[in-house]
């Protein structure tokens, strides 16, 4: 039997930072709907804290799906972490700085500041009974000791899915394996894959990542997003349909594709 594996379809957030194209709220319905009915694992439905319209919409996409799990992203602010779980998602996802870069160049923080701040937001969400996965952002820059000082810390916090975010997408097949299978030589957690193309591997070290370890892939429609965009979702279950189980079938993400080509196509 093969090994079942988790599409996280971030279309709706990430694909949507792509040039060229404005979903209207009747738009990201459709699209949630149909990813839905062909049973993607989660949804990321959006930023609540980018508008009242953006909180509206993602309200809409709840109301109207059955089956995914719909999650919202947030900063690692405790303001913002207030405002989005107003939605009522069933995931709250917490985006965290973990590389130096971020942490003492960006933000002019520290290790201590991120710690104390992840955590104290992960607590309000559970608190108010959601479930809760962070983002380690920048993953692919960052110190491994602290990565996995912080895991253990979410863990204790009731935290089970953490996020590697190659958030500049520089990440290559061999340092992907190489940070997964660390991460699971010393913790239990649940590892999800966030991969973005700069490099035109995001497929491949998205491949590279499940194989290690990771049982969440994030991927969006035709692949788009933020700069070159992210693990295309078609290309990857054709490229691993092979070796593991997922809840669809390429015949089905090409329908979608196709159906949601004139609202899309501005990105390609």
């Given at each position: 039997?093969?090994?079942?594996?988790?599409?996280?379809?971030?279309t709706?957030?990430d694909?949507e930072?792509?040039?060229g194209i404005?979903l209207?709220?009747e738009?990201?319905v459709?699209?949630?709907?149909?990813l839905?009915?062909?049973g993607?694992?989660?949804i990321e439905?959006?930023?609540?804290?980018?508008s009242?319209?953006e909180s509206?919409?993602?309200q809409?996409?709840?109301n109207?799906?059955?089956?995914?799990k719909?999650?919202?992203?947030?900063r690692m602010?405790?303001a913002d972490?207030k405002?989005?779980?107003?939605?009522?998602?069933h995931?709250?996802?917490?985006g965290?700085?973990?590389?130096?870069i971020q942490i003492y160049s960006?933000l002019k923080?520290?290790?201590a500041?991120?710690?104390k701040n992840?955590?104290d937001?992960v607590?309000?969400?559970?608190n108010?009974g959601?479930?809760?996965?962070?983002?380690?952002?920048d993953?692919s820059?960052?110190?491994?000791?602290f990565?996995?000082s912080?895991?253990?810390?979410?863990k204790k916090?009731?935290v089970?899915?953490?996020r590697i975010?190659?958030?500049?997408?520089?990440l290559?097949?061999?340092r992907?394996?190489?940070?997964?299978?660390?991460?699971?030589a010393?913790?239990?957690?649940?590892?999800?894959?966030h991969?973005?193309?700069d490099l035109?591997m995001?497929v491949?070290n998205s491949?590279?990542?499940?194989?290690?370890?990771?049982s969440?892939i994030?991927c969006t429609?035709?692949?788009?997003?933020?700069?070159?965009g992210?693990c295309?979702?078609y290309d990857f279950?054709?490229?691993?349909?092979?070796i593991?189980?997922?809840?669809?079938n390429?015949k089905q993400i090409?329908r979608i594709?196709?159906?949601?080509y004139?609202?899309l196509?501005?990105a390609l």
């Open positions: 039997m093969k090994e079942t594996k988790y599409i996280v379809d971030t709706l957030r694909g930072q792509s040039p404005a209207r709220m738009d990201k459709k699209i949630a709907k149909m839905d009915e062909i993607v694992y989660e439905a959006g930023v609540p804290c980018v009242q319209k509206d919409s993602i809409e996409i709840i109207n799906t059955k089956k995914s719909i999650s919202v992203w947030s602010n405790t972490v405002q989005s779980i107003l939605c009522k998602p995931i709250l996802h917490i965290t700085p973990v590389s130096y960006k923080k520290n290790k500041w991120v710690q992840v955590l937001c607590e309000i969400a559970k108010n959601i479930d809760v996965t962070v983002g380690l952002e993953a820059r960052s110190d491994i000791g990565i996995l912080l895991i253990k810390d979410l916090a009731g089970d899915i953490i975010a190659d958030t500049v997408g520089i290559t097949p061999s992907t394996k190489e940070i997964i299978e660390t991460i699971k010393y913790s239990d957690i649940e590892i999800e894959m991969i973005h193309n035109g995001a491949a491949l590279v990542g499940a194989k290690a370890g990771a969440y994030d429609l035709f692949g788009i997003g933020e700069r070159t992210n295309n979702f279950v054709h490229a691993s349909e092979s593991y189980q997922f809840a669809m390429k090409r594709e196709d159906e949601c004139p609202l196509k501005g």
